[in-house]
């Protein structure tokens, strides 16, 4: 006996694919145009057609989204234009409360350098966070740039929330690592190998046996 294909787990792309679809039918295509156009691609990493359409696929195979109508012009390839089904709209509902009532532990690059940094000198942690705290700057300037042209496009803010929690996270984190940089430049964020083979030596002793 066959079972019903299970739905597919929450991700910030399928999620995306979802949403846009609330709004019209759509070919991938269009998908992609509108996201840039919205500036959803600063938040959603649609770089790789082959992601979208791996989403779509998936999204297809469960019945959350249908093939409305393929599309067919002597200027472009044949185009399939999909439509959210009342399993997708359900779905999305459910997906976007979990999403922002449940905070997620996720485990990005930056926190584990961090973790291990004392296995470099002051020196080149201070010439590495003055390089990221470049491209922190240059972002966040580039985060304001996309939510100035995105209003011009007449997108309400409530669709661009996103955006100004990107410059509100790329503002904190410059503010710290220009405190940590002032640190090590003062002197006053210092350690040395002894004082750390010291503490684990020390914890090491205090673990059950």
Same mark, same amino acid.
């Given at each position: 006996?066959?079972?019903?294909?299970? +739905?597919?787990?929450?991700?910030?792309?399928?999620?995306?694919?979802?949403?846009? /679809?609330? @709004?019209?039918?759509?070919?991938?295509?269009?998908?992609?145009?509108?996201?840039?156009?919205?500036?959803? =691609?600063? $938040?959603?990493?649609?770089?790789?057609?082959?992601?979208?359409? &791996?989403?779509?696929?998936?999204?297809?195979?469960?019945? /959350?989204?249908? $093939? &409305?109508?393929?599309?067919?012009?002597?200027?472009?390839?044949? &185009?399939?234009?999909?439509?959210?089904?009342?399993?997708?709209?359900? +779905?999305?509902?459910?997906?976007?409360?979990?999403?922002?009532?449940?905070?997620?532990?996720? @485990?990005?690059?930056?926190?584990?350098?961090?973790?291990?940094?004392?296995?470099?000198?002051?020196?080149? !942690?201070?010439?590495? /966070?003055?390089? &990221?705290?470049?491209?922190?700057?240059?972002?966040? +300037?580039?985060?304001?740039?996309?939510?100035?042209?995105?209003?011009? @496009?007449?997108?309400?803010?409530?669709?661009?929330?996103?955006?100004?929690?990107?410059?509100?996270? +790329?503002?904190?984190?410059?503010?710290?690592?220009?405190?940590?940089?002032? =640190?090590?430049?003062?002197?006053?964020?210092?350690?040395?190998?002894?004082?750390? !083979?010291?503490?684990?030596?020390?914890?090491?002793?205090?673990?059950?046996?």
């Amino acid at each position: 006996m066959s079972t019903a294909p299970q +739905a597919p787990k929450s991700s910030p792309i399928t999620l995306t694919v979802l949403s846009l /679809l609330h @709004f019209k039918p759509l070919h991938p295509y269009g998908m992609q145009r509108l996201l840039k156009q919205w500036g959803k =691609d600063q $938040v959603v990493n649609v770089g790789q057609r082959t992601s979208l359409y &791996r989403a779509i696929d998936r999204l297809l195979g469960v019945g /959350l989204i249908a $093939v &409305r109508e393929t599309e067919r012009d002597q200027q472009y390839p044949e &185009r399939t234009v999909y439509e959210i089904t009342d399993a997708g709209r359900e +779905a999305t509902r459910s997906w976007l409360l979990e999403m922002l009532r449940e905070p997620k532990s996720e @485990f990005p690059e930056f926190p584990v350098a961090l973790a291990n940094l004392m296995l470099l000198t002051p020196g080149e !942690i201070e010439q590495a /966070l003055t390089a &990221r705290l470049t491209a922190v700057r240059a972002g966040q +300037a580039a985060q304001q740039r996309s939510l100035a042209e995105t209003a011009a @496009f007449g997108v309400p803010r409530v669709a661009m929330l996103e955006n100004e929690y990107a410059v509100a996270l +790329a503002t904190a984190e410059a503010d710290w690592l220009e405190s940590v940089i002032a =640190d090590l430049r003062a002197g006053t964020l210092t350690w040395s190998a002894e004082e750390l !083979i010291a503490v684990a030596q020390a914890s090491d002793a205090q673990a059950p046996q």
